[in-house]
């Protein structure tokens, strides 16, 4: 037992809280804010968000029965999940959390192949009401008797889907709660009118208040006097209540409302739930909390502690200007960094660039670009598929929008980049952050599938980058097109020297030159090689590497920077693709419909030989959260792997036999 953590260390499931007194209830409540700071402050994490929501929780298990899945009997969702480290302590975990987000170790997110307590994986916004309503009607549907509650947090309450789930919500006909952990905040500061709403609610004086006061009222009335008096003040309060900010929207839907309440206090929030607890209807708790509460630190600067990289604390975060924070930072720019500054540069050339960002302005990059250009910057909060529509209507208006959006979450806009943007025409630019693997945040965060559902669509051009002058040029092409474009860029650092400086001089000026739709560019050309690597994107530094490394082994191999995906190099693949040679496509993307693919169906459709073509990417699994490096060596993406895939491919076409010509000139089987 650690002697910092008396009690944490004995709680091993959920129902070992419910024998204590409140006296320690609120002392085990202080222990898992120690380690979860402790946690994040050495390997990284969602910290602000998990301290907002530490009484919360353990409210919540002290009333609830949420055992471990598919026993129950209760049921527990979390909306975006990265509010999930108390749980996971009240639930077997705490003592792992040292090696939180570590590979092997505990996830920074829900995970049922981690623990039956985890219901679902999750770590996008608005999806816990929808799959909890979905559990009530199912539990109902199959004769248990028991309890569904959705956490609703970081005002992923605006999202979309959350709205539509709450409005079917209003249709059950037995229990459900969601509650609303309203911190005042998204991830960043709060957008919208909605958010405005819930404001002007957590400064009110509520129904719940004003009931309150007048029943102490009557009560100290005569009973013959105080009958009479209580009907007129039901009355009085139904009216009160209709004419309130609080609630009308969910009332209006057919879900109870109550509060809003104080989510740090302990006490209160287990007597209030054990009294709604049995409510035969939905109801929506709506809960005040404070976005790192707890530690002065990260209560002052919610923003910054959402999901910091490991940092040093000197002297104490417990206290006002108590100490000093240095949070690590890599060795290099990363390419987030490197995409702000080239969307600095081209909105300082051309003032129609506008860009948005979907609670991200941090994430993306795009708070350096608001300090500097804030009339042309737009937070739309957690609202992705309203934020590709908007950059639609702004495009069509005559303005050039960049819309960073994590790679991951691009995809829950994909209607919209579809219809409004694509069907119509529309330049707006899709820059995705986060392609491909990104390192601790594990699978639920990985950019896995941008390529494969945006290349079915018409006209639009996919572009990946390989180094930061790259991706400049990228987005001055993006800019001058007439139609949709994508970039895709890691969560990684860019490459320390632009890749041109350390090709032969012969090729340094080609690969320097600014971009032409569809065209590549070669970064390594030998006289007689035995092999051909065809690069989509950042990994192309490793390719080098790799290329290195079999140089000094006597195998040399040219390299082609294939810039796009769609369109591919019509030319450059005509010229690689050729009997017997051996060619290998490499990306950091599903194999599925990826670069690899798309290079496939050119070589099918023109009659190019695929015999020899070896397609390198993320395979049809899922990759657990780990270091990037961790997770590119795990599926042979580093230049280790990529070597060692190299002389496979060769190995393997050395023991082919040369096709026979086919009767049709230029066709290969």
Not at 132 to 149: F, P
Not at 311 to 319: A, D, I, M, N, T
Not at 326 to 341: L, P, Q, R, V
Request: hydrophobic share 40%.
């Amino acid at each position: 037992m650690s002697a910092a953590s008396p009690l944490l260390d004995t709680i091993r499931t959920p129902a070992d809280i419910r024998g204590l007194s409140m006296t320690e209830l609120q002392q085990l409540a202080s222990e898992m804010r120690e380690r979860i700071f402790q946690a994040v402050s050495t390997n990284g994490g969602h910290l602000a968000s998990n301290l907002g929501v530490v009484e919360l929780t353990l409210a919540l298990h002290h009333v609830y029965d949420f055992g471990p899945y598919p026993q129950g009997p209760d049921r527990l969702m979390f909306d975006v999940g990265h509010q999930c480290y108390p749980h996971k302590m009240l639930t077997g975990r705490a003592g792992a959390f040292g090696t939180l987000r570590k590979k092997g170790s505990i996830a920074g997110f829900p995970t049922p192949e981690e623990s039956p307590y985890d219901l679902f994986s999750v770590g996008h916004a608005g999806t816990a009401i929808s799959t909890a309503v979905g559990m009530a009607r199912g539990d109902q549907k199959l004769g248990r008797d028991n309890h569904v509650v959705a956490v609703v947090g970081d005002s992923s309450i605006v999202n979309g889907l959350a709205l539509e789930g709450l409005n079917n919500a209003g249709t059950l006909k037995r229990q459900m709660l969601v509650v609303l952990n309203d911190n005042g905040m998204s991830i960043s500061q709060p957008q919208g009118a909605f958010s405005q709403y819930l404001e002007r609610v957590r400064v009110s004086t509520t129904y719940e208040e004003f009931k309150r006061f007048s029943e102490k009222v009557v009560h100290r009335l005569p009973t013959s006097v105080g009958h009479k008096i209580e009907q007129a003040w039901d009355s009085l309060c139904s009216s009160v209540k209709s004419a309130m900010w609080a609630g009308q929207m969910f009332e209006a839907m057919g879900i109870k409302y109550m509060g809003p309440i104080d989510g740090h206090d302990l006490p209160g929030l287990i007597n209030f739930l054990a009294e709604i607890k049995h409510v035969e209807k939905p109801v929506l708790l709506h809960v005040k909390t404070r976005k790192g509460h707890g530690y002065e630190v990260t209560l002052n600067e919610p923003t910054k502690f959402h999901s910091p990289a490991a940092f040093r604390v000197e002297g104490s975060p417990l206290v006002q200007n108590g100490c000093r924070v240095e949070i690590k930072k890599g060795d290099g720019k990363s390419w987030t960094t490197a995409f702000a500054d080239a969307a600095l540069a081209v909105a300082r050339r051309d003032s129609r660039v506008v860009t948005l960002t979907a609670a991200m302005p941090d994430g993306t990059g795009l708070s350096k670009f608001e300090k500097e250009l804030p009339d042309r910057f737009l937070d739309t909060g957690i609202c992705e598929s309203h934020l590709v529509a908007m950059a639609a209507g702004m495009a069509k208006s005559g303005l050039r929008p960049l819309a960073a959006i994590y790679s991951t979450f691009v995809q829950r806009a994909f209607d919209q980049v579809w219809q409004e943007v694509v069907l119509n025409k529309l330049p707006v630019v899709l820059c995705l952050d986060r392609a491909g693997y990104v390192g601790d945040d594990g699978a639920v965060h990985h950019g896995f599938c941008d390529v494969s559902f945006l290349r079915p669509m018409p006209g639009i051009v996919l572009m990946a980058p390989s180094d930061e002058p790259e991706l400049n040029r990228a987005l001055r092409l993006a800019l001058s097109l007439d139609t949709a474009s994508a970039i895709r860029y890691p969560r990684d650092n860019v490459p320390a020297c632009p890749l041109e400086a350390e090709v032969l001089p012969e090729l340094a000026a080609q690969a320097a030159e600014e971009w032409e739709v569809g065209k590549s560019r070669t970064l390594v050309r030998r006289d007689d090689p035995t092999a051909t690597i065809v690069c989509y994107g950042a990994l192309a530094e490793g390719v080098l590497t790799a290329v290195e490394q079999l140089a000094a082994n006597g195998v040399d191999v040219d390299v082609v920077d294939a810039r796009f995906a769609k369109p591919v190099d019509a030319d450059m693949l005509a010229r690689v693709l050729r009997p017997g040679h051996p060619v290998l496509t490499v990306e950091d993307h599903s194999l599925q419909n990826g670069f690899g693919t798309a290079v496939l169906e050119h070589a099918n459709e023109h009659g190019l030989p695929t015999d020899q073509l070896t397609r390198l990417g993320m395979p049809d699994r899922l990759v657990g959260h780990a270091t990037r490096k961790e997770q590119l060596i795990e599926v042979g993406l580093d230049p280790a792997g990529i070597a060692a895939s190299v002389r496979g491919a060769i190995r393997r076409a050395a023991e082919m036999p040369m096709p026979a010509p086919m009767p049709l000139a230029g066709k290969y089987v």
